[in-house]
């Protein structure tokens, strides 16, 4: 069977269903292509509680989402916390349905067939699902790992790169420091050994790895997990031991948690999840918030981009194992503080959210993957200068936030010998002003793609990309996406042709916020009267 539309998007993330929608406004047929059975990707997948920078950045689609939530709740923008995930997709599907957008579900992408066009190597089929072709005139890849992008032969990075590739001071490996989410010192990594000191076969839940020189660029890929949602309903589904539960996979939590009362130490459950009731209905977002967390640190992240489908499923369930996992150790294991089991004994799965996958989110939170090399790459200075280049067609605003990306072991040269102490490398957050994000930096090389978008794995630096990933971004960039590909599908040109002053008019029209309003006074919260959508001050 062959399918075919002017504006074809693969992933229905916050982004793609962002991008077919306005494709269809612009007057384009679309066809959204979803591999799984959701809509919305970490919007919808356990993320209602997302950062956004200066919320007076943010217009088109993500106003919209934010405008609708408050509707559905019957509250103002700005006065709640964040959607249930149920919600946020409901509302996806409305807008779909709306802008008369197909959508296609279970329908991961097997192949591409390019060729030579008038303007440059153009894509001109991919092979979906059971072997269905969808032919189209402009595409848009909007997904969490840039496949389409990858298969139709547009160069692309992984990982972080070298200081000295782009100038950038944050790139590369950083320091082993201490911090909230970092390994405190002296905890063995060696399995038989607790106090460091006889070398020997290392703990699960470690990067088994040389370490790379500070700076350098090693393809390091900042860490995976879920976003569990959890809450203390009556009906909540309890932690209880799954069948697949190791305990030696969890010793590395223990010795944590014996250091913990060697030093007097005193950890809490809603510290390190997150439980504050700041989704509807007393929910809580969980989040990854200590050296030991819902993120997996043992290298798993860095294997993911390229990996064939059959691996990244057998990374997602290793995920999956982790997350249950740490729920069931936290609340049973007796080497958990007594208080922390206590707290978690009144918390569960909501029954009510992600039926279909056994109450946790349907999407990895895969936080970045592939980055395209493109026309234009987006870097830490364009970010740090608060730099509006003259084809903004997005604003970014909030922190780089770059996650944990993995957990070593270093010797520590103590008198009178040395110690095997694990640490937490890869954590960094550096406030930035507004910036602009530039249309070039979704387009790929002429050369390599004349009508292919990329909104999500956009061309960008690690150290860029940190920043510029966060759900509300990605649905204006999507935005921007789906508008230029009806413009170029219409004209019958390439990508790269659009007039950007078409482009940003049409997208001022549709409420995209292209200027930054005055700068804040502040040291970098949102001003009261401001804050609000899905908003966070909690690292991602």
Same mark, same amino acid.
Request: charged share 20%; glycine share 12%; aromatic share 8%.
């Given at each position: ?45 356990g ?7 200066? *919320? ?31 919600v ?6 409305? @807008? ?8 296609? +579900? ?24 059971? /072997? ?7 595409? #848009? ?12 032969? *547009? ?8 200081r ?5 001071? +944050? ?17 063995? !990594? ?47 589904? !309890? ?10 996979? @969890?010793?590395?939590?223990? =010795?944590? +948690? ?16 997150g439980?504050?009731?700041?989704? !509807? ?10 050296? #030991?967390?819902?993120s997996?640190?043992?290298?798993s ?7 064939a489908?059959?691996?990244?499923e057998?990374? =997602? ?24 089991r ?5 918390? /569960?799965?909501? %029954?009510?959210? +992600? ?7 349907h999407?990895?939170? *895969?936080?970045?993957?592939? %980055?395209? *090399?493109?026309? %234009? ?9 608060g ?13 780089i936030? &770059? ?37 070039? $930096? ?7 793609a ?10 960008? $630096?690690?150290v ?13 960039? /999507? ?7 009806a ?11 659009? !007039? &950007?002053d ?18 804040? $006074? ?13 908003? $966070?001050?909690?690292?991602?």
């Amino acid at each position: 069977m062959t399918r075919s539309a002017e504006v074809v998007v693969y992933g229905a993330t916050s982004a793609g269903v962002a991008a077919a929608v306005a494709a269809a406004q612009a007057g384009a047929s679309a066809l959204l292509v979803e591999p799984g059975r959701h809509l919305g990707g970490m919007t919808s997948g356990g993320l209602g509680y997302t950062d956004v920078g200066d *919320v007076r950045a943010l217009g088109g689609a993500a106003a919209r989402l934010r405008t609708d939530i408050a509707d559905h709740y019957g509250v103002a923008p700005g006065r709640y916390a964040g959607p249930e995930p149920h919600v946020a997709e409901a509302i996806f599907r409305r @807008w779909l349905e709306q802008a008369g957008v197909e959508v296609l +579900f279970e329908a991961p992408l097997l192949g591409v067939e390019t060729a030579e066009g008038r303007d440059g190597r153009e894509l001109r089929v991919m092979t979906v699902g059971a /072997g269905e072709r969808i032919e189209g005139a402009v595409f #848009v890849d909007a997904g969490y790992e840039g496949d389409l992008m990858a298969a139709a032969g *547009v160069p692309y990075r992984v990982g972080r790169e070298d200081r000295s590739l782009h100038g950038e001071r +944050f790139a590369g490996r950083q320091e082993l420091l201490p911090g909230m989410h970092n390994m405190p010192p002296w905890v063995s !990594p060696f399995a038989g050994d607790p106090t460091g000191r006889t070398e020997g076969s290392i703990l699960a839940q470690l990067h088994d790895r040389p370490l790379a020189a500070l700076g350098e660029g090693d393809g390091g890929v900042m860490s995976y997990g879920f976003r569990v949602c959890l809450t203390t309903a009556a009906d909540r589904i !309890p932690f209880d031991r799954p069948d697949d539960y190791d305990e030696a996979y @969890w010793e590395l939590a223990r =010795r944590l +948690f014996a250091r913990d009362r060697r030093e007097g130490v005193e950890r809490t459950a809603g510290r390190m999840l997150g439980l504050e009731p700041n989704l !509807p209905g007393g929910m809580a977002d969980g989040n990854s918030l200590g050296p #030991v967390s819902l993120s997996v640190l043992d290298g798993s992240a860095w294997e993911y981009p390229d990996a064939a489908p059959e691996r990244r499923e057998q990374l =997602r369930w290793h995920h999956i194992a982790h997350t249950r996992g740490f729920l069931y150790f936290l609340s049973h294991d007796p080497a958990v503080p007594a208080s922390i089991r206590r707290e978690l004994s009144r918390w /569960g799965l909501p %029954r009510g959210e +992600f039926a279909d996958t056994g109450h946790l989110p349907h999407q990895l939170y *895969v936080r970045e993957a592939r %980055r395209m *090399v493109g026309e %234009r790459v987006l870097t830490e200075r364009d970010l740090l200068a608060g730099a509006l280049p003259a084809d903004t067609v997005a604003l970014g605003s909030y922190h780089i936030d &770059i996650r944990e990306v993995q957990r070593v072991w270093r010797w520590v040269y103590e008198h009178p010998e040395p110690i095997g102490s694990v640490f937490t490398e890869g954590y960094l957050s550096v406030p930035v002003p507004v910036y602009g994000i530039p249309y070039a $930096s979704l387009l790929p090389k002429r050369a390599a793609a004349a009508n292919l978008l990329v909104p999500v794995c956009l061309s960008a $630096s690690a150290v860029a990309f940190a920043s510029v990933r966060m759900e509300p971004q990605y649905m204006m960039l /999507g935005q921007a996406a789906g508008t230029a590909a009806a413009m170029a599908a219409s004209a019958g040109a390439a990508a790269h042709d659009v !007039p &950007i002053d078409r482009l940003t008019d049409a997208l001022r029209a549709a409420g995209q916020v292209l200027t930054p309003a005055q700068p804040r $006074s502040d040291t970098g919260v949102n001003p009261p009267d401001t804050r609000g959508f899905l908003c $966070s001050d909690q690292a991602l």
